[in-house]
């Protein structure tokens, strides 16, 4: 596997790789790899001749300074299983070399990252978006894979994608669980064993919530669900919505053929989960 951490390098190589090799993906990731990012990659190995992964931990997207300071960093070990994976290229840039001068851009998506994470993390999906539109300019790959997880962050590099033109065909990839339920995530490591015992219980509550859809109002299933995590002592939640799959509309009603999401996000203790289900 190459490794890069400047973008002319990492450019020069692909442009000479570019005359033999017919199709690049791309896989962004901030690292702390686990079996999801793992098998982001692996799809994008099957979908491609080239594999570019980059692991950077964008300051740009973090509105809580302590978050930005506690993100796991395991360079090392992330490198041995990307090796293991077979990755092609590593792109793991400084912030100087994505960031040489404060950015000064910003994108809005309207009502796409007014919502959920863009109502609670101020600025994030403007600071994703950039630095998802630079990596695109940098790799100028043909496929990237985004994790169903962060699924306003999918459908907001979708719109990216058709509003700034970038012929980059983007790939869904579904969301990797534990065998408990859990959905892998950088941040689980952070949990403390007691944390750990309780976080099943998030997804636990969306598959409630999905049953009780059908047959209760839309109201009535939000309050079920934040009662049933109350009772349980679980995470605590800081928004529950359940909205259209690709507008991210509040739904008042349940449509059964309608594109429905399920998005949580809730605390165990200062780590923050999101967790979401897709119906139809
Ligand atoms: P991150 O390193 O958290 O920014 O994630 C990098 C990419 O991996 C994003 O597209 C995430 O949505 C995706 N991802 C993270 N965790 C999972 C998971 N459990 N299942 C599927 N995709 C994931």
């Known amino acids: 596997m190459l490794i890069f951490e400047s973008i002319v390098s990492l450019q020069q190589y692909l442009k000479k790789t570019r005359e033999n090799t017919s199709k690049i993906g791309f896989v962004p990731t901030m690292g702390a790899l686990h079996e999801g990012h793992l098998a982001l990659l692996k799809q994008a190995k099957q979908e491609n001749d080239l594999v570019v992964c980059s692991i950077y931990v964008n300051p740009t997207q973090f509105d809580n300074q302590e978050d930005l300071t506690h993100y796991p960093r395991t360079l090392a070990a992330d490198t041995e299983k990307l090796k293991y994976i077979q990755c092609d290229v590593l792109f793991a840039p400084t912030n100087i070399e994505m ?11 309207g009502h796409l990252d007014k919502v959920m994470e863009g109502q609670y993390r101020a600025g994030h999906f403007s600071g994703m978006a950039t630095v998802v539109a630079k990596f695109f300019n940098i790799v100028q790959p043909d496929t990237a894979y985004f994790g169903q997880k962060d699924l306003q962050q999918y459908l907001i590099v979708d719109q990216l994608i058709k ?3 970038f012929p980059i065909q983007l790939v869904r990839h579904p969301i990797v669980r534990e065998a408990d339920g859990l959905a892998m995530s950088s941040r689980n490591r952070r949990l403390s064993p007691a944390q750990r015992a309780k976080a099943p219980k998030l997804y636990e509550a969306l598959q409630l919530a999905a049953d009780w859809l059908p ?19 679980g995470p605590k939640v800081e928004y529950f919505e359940i909205a259209h799959g690709h507008t991210l509309e509040a739904l ?12 949580i996000a809730a605390f165990l203790g200062d780590v923050r989960l999101i967790d979401n289900l897709l119906l139809h």
Do not use: G, H
């Open 252 to 263: 008042t009603t349940y449509q059964p053929n309608t594109p429905t999401a399920l998005c």
């Open 99 to 109: 960031y040489p001068t404060p950015s000064l851009v910003a994108f809005s998506f």
């Open 163 to 165: 509003s700034l033109s």
């Open 215 to 233: 047959k209760a109002a839309i109201v009535e299933v939000k309050r079920r669900t934040q009662e049933f995590l109350l009772q349980a002592e």
